[in-house]
């Protein structure tokens, strides 16, 4: 009872998936991935093992469609109410429609996605999202592309049930927090009226905190940069000879410490520090 999207970036380098439903915490069920080898949702009468045994088939270097074949095969349970989708680190995604999965329900896959869904106002749930998918590919970021196709499938009409849940799981090697993790994003709004918008929201703010800064977009921490962001911090207690290390001391209290790069200042990082003491005034 429910639609997702496992799809890849146009370089192969990220991996995500993005889901909603009239479910609590679809987050929980739907979603799996693995950097440097592909992305799994699992849905309508969802057999969970399907995200681990999906991963390792895909890890053996098996295509999305074997991967498929194989998960269909071995499983004993309602396989005729099941739905899976798989997209692998190269080549084509596969997706499987159970023949008694709750109408409508259905699903289109081409190089680098999968799209499905069940219990759907209808076909153009899947069709638009799979345009809108096609439609995004000059946009570079795949947790923002993911979500474009997630939301055209929440326009069209989503789950004819209603609204609930809300989710995207994005990996990337060595691109989650602090370089110590695969996991570039994983949001959940799991019970909430209009759960995609919100998960738009959360993807913003993930993004200017979490999200690394564009070394094109720095500027220089010189001159009357260096002045004006020395008083501000001055202004907001964190003063000391070592303006890169007031600028980090700061930033950690903000949550901004992924944005911090020694010798110069991110332009959000800026208007941050700039909209705080504003606050504070």
Not at 131 to 139: E, F, K
Not at 219 to 248: F, K, M, Q
Request: aromatic share 4%; proline share 5%.
């Amino acid at each position: 009872m429910t639609f997702s999207i496992v799809a890849r970036s146009a370089d192969g380098a990220v991996l995500g998936v993005a889901v909603a439903s009239k479910f609590l915490g679809v987050g929980a069920a739907v979603p799996a991935a693995l950097a440097d080898v592909g992305a799994v949702a699992t849905q309508s009468y969802a057999n969970l093992a399907y995200r681990p045994q999906g991963l390792a088939l895909l890890g053996t270097g098996a295509t999305a469609a074997g991967t498929v074949r194989a998960l269909i095969a071995g499983d004993a349970g309602p396989v005729a109410h099941r739905q899976v989708g798989v997209v692998g680190a190269t080549g084509p995604g596969a997706t499987f429609t159970g023949d008694e999965c709750h109408p409508w329900a259905g699903g289109a896959a081409g190089d680098g996605y999968a799209i499905q869904g069940n219990m759907l106002a209808g076909p153009r749930v899947v069709a638009d999202m799979e345009t809108a998918w096609l439609a995004g590919a000059d946009q570079p970021r795949l947790p923002y592309r993911l979500l474009g196709a997630l939301r055209a499938g929440d326009l069209a009409g989503g789950d004819r049930r209603g609204r609930q849940s809300a989710a995207l799981l994005v990996v990337a090697k060595g691109m989650g927090y602090g370089g110590t993790s695969d996991v570039l994003a994983d949001l959940r709004v799991d019970d909430h009226p209009d759960p995609v918008t919100e998960l738009a929201r959360l993807l913003d703010l993930h993004t200017l905190y979490f999200e690394r800064p564009d070394p094109a977009t720095l500027i220089p921490l010189t001159g009357e940069i260096a002045d004006e962001v020395r008083a501000r911090l001055a202004a907001a207690g964190h003063t000391g000879p070592d303006l890169d290390e007031s600028l980090a001391s700061w930033a950690g209290v903000e949550n901004l410490e992924e944005r911090i790069v020694a010798g110069a200042i991110d332009p959000l990082v800026l208007e941050q520090l700039r909209a705080a003491e504003a606050s504070a005034d």
